[in-house]
């Protein structure tokens, strides 16, 4: 999908999805897409993918997996941190562990979200991200 039609601080929320499994980057893109103002704006499969996307598509929050090939999300969190550092990146993934949620906040995660959370919970947490972000671009 093109970045052309949303503009950074704009309206709607640009979501960047980042995870190796094509089927649940699909989910995602669906449930993401039925909350109001948020659009995806592109994917990655792997850490490499996501510093890439991330640096291109200056996305307002980024979802982003730790379990992925070529380079863990847990590896590419801090620098994609430092290339979107306008970015709340919501770290997503399978691993139920106070201890990896508080590590991913000190490298630059604005939230911790379980695979196993409710398409309502998934786009609440996003809405929370973009308003975070909005407030701090303002």
Do not use: W
């Amino acid at each position: 999908m093109s970045n052309g039609e949303r503009t950074a601080g704009g309206t709607a929320a640009g979501i960047l999805i980042c995870d190796d499994n094509a089927a649940l980057r699909g989910l995602l893109r669906a449930v993401i897409d039925t909350g109001l103002g948020m659009q995806v704006v592109g994917e990655a499969a792997d850490g490499n993918e996501a510093i890439a996307e991330a640096a291109r598509l200056k996305p307002d929050v980024i979802l982003l997996d730790l379990a992925m090939p070529n380079l863990s999300g847990l590896d590419a969190l801090p620098e994609v941190h430092r290339i979107a550092p306008n970015a709340q990146i919501i770290v997503f993934s399978g691993f139920d562990s106070a201890a990896v949620a508080d590590e991913v906040i000190a490298l630059g995660a604005a939230s911790y979200l379980e695979k196993g959370a409710s398409p309502e919970t998934i786009v609440a947490t996003i809405a929370e991200a973009h308003a975070k972000s909005r407030g701090a671009a303002a």
